[in-house]
């Protein structure tokens, strides 16, 4: 399968292909004789992979980690369960400060609703922040 005909089927584009390559996730494909990648089958499932760790908000280097573990022929599983177990504290601590912070907007939302805009100095461009 050529690069164009991979980015179809994966979904994506013949430059993130290309990138996945030279960072590693994706192993260098064969060459035809004229110079094109052809790539197996095989590596939609791999690219799929790659998807789902992005959309698990894995970095690219996480993922890349996950696969030369794989590649290695062993089983990453273990190694998944802490990245994800890492992942969810991130989230946890990300929507603790989004909470604080909707807390901080709303006493301001509030606050600018009783304000009178003719006591504002200027000096304070404005009292509502």
Do not use: W
């Not at 980015?7 to 004789?33: C, D, F, M, V």
């Amino acid at each position: 399968m050529q690069i164009g005909e991979l980015a179809e089927a994966a979904g994506t584009t013949t430059k993130t292909l290309r990138y996945y390559e030279s960072i590693g996730l994706l192993p260098p494909p064969n060459r035809t004789p004229n110079g094109y990648r052809d790539y197996p089958e095989n590596i939609l499932s791999r690219l799929d992979f790659i998807r789902r760790g992005q959309h698990a908000g894995l970095s690219l280097a996480h993922i890349g980690e996950i696969l030369r573990i794989r590649d290695n022929g062993q089983t990453p599983c273990a190694h998944v369960s802490a990245l994800l177990t890492d992942r969810l504290t991130q989230l946890d601590h990300q929507i603790a400060v989004l909470m604080q912070l909707r807390q901080t907007v709303t006493q301001l939302h509030d606050a600018s609703r009783l304000a009178d805009p003719s006591t504002c100095h200027a000096d304070a461009i404005c009292s509502n922040l």
